[in-house]
């Protein structure tokens, strides 16, 4: 439409350092079509920075949503707090899973451990111990007496991978080891299995002839989306293994999990199948098992024309002046019924409370300061939770001690280390500057003891948040294009107001309507 538009495309991460506050300054507007909430928050936080308009949509199927964020006009992306992605408890990948998802989230972190960046978290085998053996005398002292071979009490004693190094990432011997040794082990915590069906021990050579498919001969299509057999899903493994051992050796540093990657994913169909098929749960199609390990919601490409279309309009008012007739935009799910495509509000006022966009932004922390290393503290609650890049934070003692600096090295002595040990108590401030973002954060930290062993910490205001319960939601995976995390499908204020849009609109006379087109309307032909 217009032939002297320049474009530069720039093939790169945002959060980069080169992407500061005076890059985002050079721009009118900011368009979003992200992929992850860390992003999202980020490109949030600079624009903030910058005072510059940022348009925020997202897509999940036949939904989508489009809105403005303008500094002191409009609430921004952290406004209000997202509902936490469901997570499952450590013991129930480990030991009992029961559901397909479980699986899944196993394969990806045997995955890490083999080939990724292991995480201590996501340990694939089986608890040391019955974690049910005396629930009913109480006498938790006693342990688990079990008979594990040489081999087994071998591989405890190293990491997972530096075994697997040693046995060359023999299939045979992995297969075996996790499938077999590992499931004949859980096996003997007797108290495991009194209510729940009992895992069968599979044998390399056994998996190899066990064909429990009735499938013919398919096309690549239909591959993908029909179960693999048993049988199918040994020889990927022992396929998908070697070429990412190869893979692995030749770029020198650990692989990172990508549902993009055809053989990193056909590793984790054939190893959470293999799983589920041992525990008796239903096996899954590549094409299921990628929309759960990705956490897809399907991409409709009508949905996302519209989506995009709308960005533009928003876009146009700003640009001609007319910020203040900016509006949330809803793709209405139930269009037949109601007649209407789109539904719209009006943008709400930036909440006083927000941590992010507040004048002076604070937040109060629940954790347990006994059980809290400075690692956890940075990777967890600050990187993840609070979304920052490059965090500094130094306690408010009085001393300005420094807990942790973004220069590398320089504190890294302080990972290990629990934050009691720098006399961190209840009501102990901490002060926080991500000067890549231009953000400070000052954190309140409240003691409290771990009712639930998986929730590290509690963010004050969000104790009641909902959770997630997407089935394809997992533990600890970036959230793709194709998905639209929940703050996509808005804030529980923005839905009311949605609904009650939706009410009035229904109340007014086919008469009154008729003829009447405001600016805000669009004409879909």
């Excluded at 079509?33 to 036949?62: F, Q, W």
């Excluded at 205001?461 to 997630?468: F, I, K, M, Q, V």
């Excluded at 006379?509 to 003829?515: D, M, Y």
Aim: aromatic letters at 8%.
């Amino acid at each position: 439409m217009n032939p002297d538009v320049k474009f530069v495309a720039y093939h790169d991460n945002i959060m980069n350092p080169e992407y500061n506050a005076d890059f985002f300054k050079q721009f009118t507007i900011a368009m979003n079509a992200l992929d992850n909430k860390a992003a999202r928050s980020h490109v949030n936080r600079m624009c903030l920075t910058a005072d510059v308009p940022l348009i925020e949509s997202g897509s999940a199927g036949y939904l989508g949503q489009v809105t403005v964020i303008k500094k002191g006009f409009s609430e921004c992306y952290e406004c209000q707090p997202k509902p936490a992605q469901k997570t499952y408890p450590g013991c129930t990948i480990r030991n009992t899973p029961s559901e397909p998802v479980h699986c899944i989230v196993w394969a990806k972190h045997l995955f890490n451990q083999l080939f990724g960046e292991a995480d201590a978290d996501a340990e694939v085998s089986p608890d040391t111990e019955d974690p049910e053996l005396n629930e009913d005398n109480g006498n938790n002292e006693e342990k688990i007496q079990t008979t594990t071979n040489e081999e087994e009490s071998e591989i405890k004693r190293r990491s997972t991978r530096k075994w697997a190094e040693e046995v060359q990432y023999d299939p045979a011997k992995l297969f075996s080891k996790f499938f077999f040794t590992d499931i004949n082990y859980l096996l003997s915590m007797d108290k495991l299995w009194k209510k729940r069906r009992p895992p069968v021990p599979l044998p390399w050579d056994k998996a190899l002839n066990t064909d429990n498919t009735t499938n013919e001969k398919a096309s690549v299509d239909d591959n993908i989306k029909r179960v693999w057999s048993v049988k199918e899903c040994a020889e990927v493994f022992g396929k998908s293994l070697a070429l990412l051992k190869k893979k692995f050796e030749t770029i020198g540093e650990f692989l990172v999990w990508d549902k993009d990657d055809d053989v990193a994913m056909d590793f984790v169909v054939a190893a959470s199948n293999i799983r589920s098929f041992i525990f008796g749960i239903s096996m899954k199609s590549r094409f299921d098992i990628k929309s759960m390990a990705g956490n897809i919601i399907p991409a409709i490409a009508t949905t996302n024309a519209v989506i995009s279309g709308l960005i533009v309009m928003e876009a146009l008012k700003i640009l001609s002046g007319c910020v203040h007739k900016c509006k949330t935009i809803f793709l209405n799910k139930h269009a037949r019924v109601k007649k209407r495509l789109l539904v719209s509000s009006n943008l709400v006022p930036p909440n006083p409370k927000c941590y992010v966009c507040a004048s002076k932004p604070e937040v109060t922390v629940h954790l347990n300061t006994n059980k809290m290393t400075v690692k956890m503290l940075e990777e967890k609650i600050l990187k993840e939770k609070f979304a920052m890049v490059a965090p500094d934070v130094e306690i408010e003692d009085g001393k300005g001690t420094i807990l942790i600096s973004s220069e590398e090295g320089e504190t890294e002595d302080n990972n290990s280390k629990m934050l009691s040990e720098f006399k961190i108590v209840n009501g102990t401030r901490l002060k926080v500057d991500d000067f890549l973002q231009n953000y400070e954060l000052v954190i309140t930290i409240r003691q409290r003891e771990e009712k639930d062993p998986d929730e590290l910490f509690v963010v004050e205001g969000e104790e009641n948040l909902p959770t997630s319960a997407s089935s394809a939601s997992l533990k600890e995976i970036d959230v793709k294009p194709d998905r639209v995390d929940k703050m996509d499908t808005a804030s529980d204020r923005a839905s009311d107001r949605k609904r009650k849009l939706e009410d009035d609109e229904e109340q007014q006379s086919t008469s009154e309507k008729k003829g009447k087109l405001c600016d805000q309307d669009i004409i879909v032909l």
